[in-house]
């Protein structure tokens, strides 16, 4: 489950990245970064997936 979890943050990641030109450029001029990150049902705490 974890692992499905991590797959899915970085592939919506390198997603919202292809589909805005936008976002796209932000990232590429250095000015934006998108992360993925998991939250946790249980704990309540937010962790960056890599």
Not at 17 to 20: D, F, V
Not at 31 to 35: K, Y
């Given at each position: 489950m974890e692992n499905?979890?991590?797959a899915n943050a970085v592939a919506q990641v390198a997603a919202l990245?292809?589909?805005?030109s936008i976002i796209s450029e932000?990232?590429?001029q250095g000015?934006?970064?998108?992360?993925g990150a998991r939250y946790?049902?249980?704990?309540?705490?937010?962790?960056?997936?890599?």
């Open positions: 499905g979890v991590r990245s292809a589909r805005s932000k990232v590429h000015t934006l970064r998108v992360v946790d049902l249980d704990n309540g705490r937010v962790s960056l997936v890599a």
